[in-house]
């Protein structure tokens, strides 16, 4: 299982700060799956698939926003939007 940690407008669409996901193969096969699970939006009224068009993510702490990156292995995977300011 992976942990999937949603910041700012990721959370806002998703509903909840973290979620267990059974672990796809790759970050892109994740950034697909979460797309489909979550159907909400932002206040602005992004889907889950823009709001992740945008994003950064970390795998275990490292950056990497390829998506043919590798999850196996992996135990966390933070969603990071762009953030005002920075």
Known sequence: ??????????RAVAGVASEQVKAPTTLGQLIDQ?????????????????VLERCNFLIDGA??????????GATRIDVLPPFAGG
């Open 1 to 10: 299982m992976l942990t999937v940690h949603y910041f700012a407008a990721a």
């Open 34 to 50: 979460l797309a489909k699970d979550h159907n909400g939006t932002t206040d602005a009224g992004m889907s889950m698939k823009e």
């Open 63 to 72: 950056g990497n926003t390829q998506a043919d990156s590798p999850l196996q």
